[in-house]
C-alpha cells in the first residue's frame, strides 16, 4: 500500500479509509492505524474524507495528481508516526504514541504516572530475561509505593524526593539501599524526560549546589583476604556439607575472581584445553561490546572441576556442575541461582568464623581477594581489567580504589604465588605478564 510505513519488524503505520462508516456525503473518514506485534492494533482519526474512486487514484502507483493536498498531509502524519516510533522504540506504548504524536493524554492511562513507567520498565526488562534488573525495578517501585499510592512525574519535585529520603531514613535505610532505590527512580524519570513528559528545567537529580538531589553514596569498602588467610581455606578440611561451597570459593579466586553466575553458567564446550572462556553475565546485555574472558585453568581449578562435575554430561552443551539445566526457565535459574549463592556465602562465612578471619568472606571477597593480590604484585591494571572481564579500565580504577593505610603501604611488597611458593617475599618477574597465550599490552 502507498500510504503505508514499516518501521521496524514489530511496528507498522498505515493510513486507509474506514469503510464501515459512510457519510452523508459518499466520503468515508481516513485513520492512521499503528500496528504492533503480536496482534495490538490502535487507529487514530485524521480528519480527511475521500471518496473510494478518489482513494484508488491517490494510493494508486504512479501517483496521480487527485487529492495532491490531502497526499501531504497523509505523508506528513506517516513521517510523524515514524519519528515518534523510532524515538520511543522499546518503550513504545500506545499511550506515549498517542501523547507525543497528538498532545493529549489518555483517559485510561497517563504516561505521567511514574508507578505506570515502573511496571512498563519491568515487562521490558522480563521480556529481555534480565530478571535480577527487573527485580531490583520492583524494590524501588514498592518502596516509593510505600511512601505514596499515587504519583505523576510533575510530583517529583526536589522538596518531594527529599521528604521521601527521610522517610527510607526512617525505615532504617542504609545509605547502600537508599542509593539503589533513588537511582533506578533516576532510570525511570529520565525515560519520561525522554519521552517529553517533563522538561529538563524540572528535573530533580543533579548537583546539590544546583538545588538538585544528589544520590548518595555508600563507601563501600572491600576487603581482602590476606595470602595467608586464603592458604588456610586451601588446607581447611570441609566437612561434607561445607565442601561444595568452599570449593566453589576456591574456584571463583583461581579463576580470576569469575562470578558465581558465571561458574553455575559453565558449559563444557567451554573449556578447551587448559583455558576456560566465558561471557559474564553481568554484562551481556548491558555493555556495547561483549568479548569472551579467557581464564587459564591452574592445576587446582581443573580439580575442583572434576571433583564437582556431573557424571556422564560431558557433552559440550550441558552445564559443568549441574546447578542449572537447559529446561530451566530464566525465573527457575535466577531462583536456582540465589539458592545456590546462598548456599555458598552461608558456608564461607562459618568457615571464616572458625578460621577467625576478620573480614566476612563472601563470593565477592574471591574476586576482590584475587584483584587485590595482582595489584600487590605491580600488575598493570590493564591486565587486572582483563583478568575481571570489566569493559573498561575506569571500572577497575574504581574497584581498586578503597585500599586502606596499611594496604597502601604495602602495595610495593610484591606476593609470590600463593600456590607453589613457600617465600611469600618472592617477587614476580616483572617483564612475564603471561595469563595464558595473550600478553598485557604496554601502558
Known amino acids: 500500500m502507498m500510504f503505508e510505513r514499516q ?93 507525543k504524536l497528538f498532545g493529549k493524554r489518555p483517559t485510561k492511562y497517563d504516561p505521567a504516572d511514574v508507578f505506570a513507567t515502573y511496571k512498563a520498565k519491568i515487562r521490558n526488562l522480563e521480556k529481555n530475561e534480565q530478571i535480577g534488573t527487573a527485580k531490583a525495578y520492583l524494590c524501588s517501585m514498592r518502596s516509593l509505593q ?26 532504617k535505610c542504609g545509605k547502600t539501599t537508599i542509593g539503589i532505590n533513588l537511582r533506578h527512580l533516576r532510570a525511570i524519570v529520565n525515560i519520561a524526560k525522554n519521552n517529553g513528559i517533563i522538561d529538563a528545567v524540572d528535573y530533580p537529580f543533579g548537583k546539590v549546589y544546583q538545588n538538585k538531589i544528589a544520590i548518595p553514596t555508600a563507601r563501600n569498602y572491600k576487603k581482602a583476604l590476606t595470602v595467608k588467610e586464603v592458604r588456610a581455606l586451601q588446607q581447611y578440611e570441609p566437612l561434607p556439607n561445607e565442601a561444595w561451597g568452599r570449593d566453589m570459593w576456591l574456584l571463583s579466586f583461581y579463576c580470576n575472581g569469575m562470578n558465581m553466575v558465571d561458574i553455575f ?30 581464564v587459564f585453568l591452574i592445576q587446582q581449578a581443573k580439580e575442583i572441576i572434576e571433583r564437582w562435575a556431573v557424571e556422564g554430561r560431558r557433552n559440550k552443551e550441558k552445564y559443568v556442575f549441574g546447578v542449572f539445566d537447559e529446561f530451566m526457565t530464566v525465573k527457575e535459574r535466577n531462583k536456582v541461582n540465589g539458592f545456590a549463592l546462598k548456599t555458598v556465602n552461608n558456608t564461607m562465612k562459618k568457615i571464616g568464623d572458625i578460621l577467625e578471619f576478620k573480614a566476612k568472606v563472601t563470593s565477592m571477597v574471591a574476586r576482590h581477594t584475587w584483584a ?11 591486565y587486572i581489567s ?37 617465600n611469600l617475599e618472592t617477587e614476580i618477574d616483572s617483564d612475564v605478564w603471561d595469563y595464558g597465550p595473550h600478553k598485557t599490552p604496554k601502558e
Open 7 to 99: 518501521f521496524n519488524l514489530k511496528i507498522s503505520a498505515t493510513v486507509r479509509p474506514d469503510y464501515r462508516r459512510k457519510l452523508k456525503s459518499g466520503e468515508y473518514p481516513l485513520r492512521l492505524f499503528i500496528y504492533k506485534e503480536p496482534g495490538q492494533r490502535k487507529s487514530y482519526p485524521i480528519n480527511i474524507c475521500v471518496t473510494k474512486k478518489e482513494w484508488e487514484k491517490m494510493s494508486a502507483k504512479p501517483m496521480s495528481s487527485v487529492g495532491r493536498e490531502k497526499k501531504v498531509v497523509i505523508i506528513e502524519i506517516l513521517a510523524k508516526s515514524n519519528d515518534v516510533i523510532r524515538e520511543l522504540g522499546d518503550e513504545f506504548t500506545f499511550d506515549i504514541f498517542e501523547y
Open 386 to 422: 582483563k583478568g575481571l572481564g570489566h569493559t573498561s579500565i575506569s571500572t577497575t580504577e574504581k574497584y581498586l580504589a578503597d585500599f586502606d593505610q596499611d594496604q597502601k603501604k604495602e602495595i610495593g611488597a610484591l606476593v609470590s604465588s600463593i600456590i607453589t611458593d613457600d
Open 146 to 171: 510505600k511512601f505514596r499510592t499515587k504519583l505523576t512525574f510533575y510530583d517529583l519535585t526536589v522538596p518531594f524526593l527529599k521528604k521521601y529520603i527521610k522517610f527510607m531514613e526512617k525505615g
Open 265 to 294: 553458567n559453565l558449559k563444557w564446550g567451554q573449556i578447551k584445553g587448559d583455558f576456560v572462556y566465558f561471557t559474564r553475565e553481568k554484562t551481556k546485555n548491558t555493555a556495547k561490546e561483549v568479548r569472551p574472558v579467557e
Open 372 to 382: 587485590t593480590i595482582m595489584m600487590r604484585k605491580k600488575v598493570p591494571a590493564l
